[in-house]
């Protein structure tokens, strides 16, 4: 397993001043966040680079301003067309020329783009792994100016990843045309078998590892036994009133669903779902960015890129899949470092649900047995009577930096729990709805 390391290079006082004032420039920040610096010098030293950020640590600032400081053409893989379009137009409004190739765009659209590629008109050309290792496009990028490549969300490459997408396999290709060129891999969530298999998919060969800590200390991880999950809900939404948050529901009815009630309650609520038309997408993704809307009830569809830093509380009405998805959707809260909340409703007919899921018509025996074995971590973090934070950071491999056996801020930490006569089928105590009343989620009578 590639191991953290210092880039080789010494940065140049220059090239730090040159940075630094890039950055405050054209974004405004006054100094760099953790590791954000160390790994920009290791993509302009020519390595290799694989950074691992948690949500909110500034991980686009990383291939972003080297763009900047190398001229020519740096390519960003993404799997998200909408995250694409929205980098895309945040990078213009800025001053800096970037464009977003997507299936979606005008055959005049993709003219356009071609053209400003060949005449070395773009700083940031963002596509999806699959039109990126087309022939045509390769044509295309083969006169291009070319001097970085980014491949963002790239756990996607890993069967042992949370979010396996075969297509990614295929970006190994793309070394093949640019040899020379350094690559950088990112992604806010990664155990170190994920973090191996990325470097060895991408071919990154001596790469520089930079890994940050999955310590959000400003959040507080909350678990309570999912009983009239809906009253539970309002109680708890309704010690956050008039401030933002998401409810992430399973199924894209869920959401309609909980948002009329929610409604009702006099809570301004709306429902975000891959199944509604993209000006309804985007009509509620501005209402929520300009507090016109307070609640966000939404699938897993909803939350990648969306800049709004006071995110006050994110509640899992439904069981996630896996402990990165929980990770990186609860990360979309308290992005200002402000104090935020995290409710994760836990029932084992959820658990049941997921495990029952139909496996993806390519999944092999190992990515079945992978799946069964992240649904068994993530019930083991919702049964657990110790320290939550702590068994989270252990799950992505990092030792806590505190001395006492809690962290103190979590709800088992902060509440003694009382084992209910029935223990879980792991034979640690289950939550009951007598639980859930004494960590101060209410659960109404009946």
Sequence with gaps: MNKPQRPARHQAPEEHRTLL????????????????????????????????????????????LPALYLGGL?????PLVALMKDQADDLNARGIPAAASTGTLSYRERARIAAEIREGRLRLLFVSPE???QPGFLEILASAPVRLIAVDEAHCISEWGHDFRP????????????????VIALTATAIPEVREDICQQLGLAGAQ??????????????VAGKKNPLGQLAGFVGRHRNEPGIVYCMSRNRTSELAGKLRKRGFAAAAYHAGLSREERESVQ????????????????????IDKPDVRFVVHYDLPKTLESYYQETGRAGRDGKPAECLLLYSSTDAERIRNLP?????????????????????????????????????????????????????????????????????????????VAERGVPVPAG
């Excluded at 740096?74 to 993404?78: E, G, K, Q, Y």
């Excluded at 297509?167 to 190994?172: G, K, P, Q, V």
């Excluded at 300009?290 to 569809?301: E, M, Y």
């Design 74 to 78: 740096t390519l960003v893989i993404s």
């Design 359 to 435: 496996a993806h018509d390519t999944a092999g025996v190992q990515v079945i047995r992978q799946a069964g074995k992240k649904l068994r971590d993530l019930c083991g973090f919702c049964e657990t009577t110790g320290c939550r934070r702590k068994f989270l950071l252990a799950y992505f491999g990092e030792v806590p930096g505190w001395k006492q056996e809690g962290c103190g801020f979590c709800e088992t930490c902060t509440h003694t729990l009382r084992p209910s006569r029935k223990g879980s089928s792991s034979g640690k105590p289950r939550m009951d709805g007598r639980h």
């Design 21 to 64: 004032r890039l950055l405050r420039k054209y974004w405004g920040y006054p100094a760099f966040l953790s590791h954000q610096e160390t790994i920009i010098a290791s993509i302009l030293g020519g390595h290799d680079t694989l950074a691992i950020l948690a949500t909110g640590a500034g991980k686009s600032i990383c291939y972003q």
């Design 131 to 133: 039109k990126c290792t």
């Design 209 to 222: 590892v930079f890994v940050g800590s999955f310590n959000r200390q400003n959040l507080t991880y909350r």
């Design 167 to 182: 297509e990614y396999r295929e970006l190994a290709r793309i070394r093949k045309h640019f040899p020379s060129i350094p």
């Design 286 to 305: 501005d209402a929520f960015l300009k507090n016109a809307v307070q609640i966000v009830c939404a699938t897993i569809a909803f939350g990648m890129g």
